[in-house]
């Protein structure tokens, strides 16, 4: 059974698009990685996700839609976002 499944995600900012059609699924009990180099989109993909970017697309957490949920509502339902800090 899938914990996340992501479907058709696009994010677009100012006329430009940000993300097109990300889709991937998560599987309970598992580990699950989003690498790619700088730009390609991992963290795009994660603030839609989590509601911090404006996107379409769906987002299924177990079987609820999180699509249009508040921030605030997919962080007390189990989804978490932890950026990198840059120090100097």
Not at 24 to 39: M, Q
Not at 43 to 60: D, E, N, Q, W
């Amino acid at each position: 059974m899938s914990a996340l499944i992501v479907q058709d995600i696009k994010v677009e900012f100012s006329g430009s698009q940000i993300l097109k059609g990300v889709s991937f699924e998560v599987k309970e009990n598992s580990v699950t990685a989003l690498l790619g180099r700088n730009g390609v989109g991992k963290s795009s993909t994660l603030k839609a996700i989590m509601g911090i970017y404006p996107h379409t697309g769906s987002v299924k957490l177990g079987q609820a839609d999180i699509s249009k949920e508040q921030t605030y509502k997919i962080v007390k339902s189990g989804i978490g976002y932890v950026p990198e800090d840059r120090v100097s």
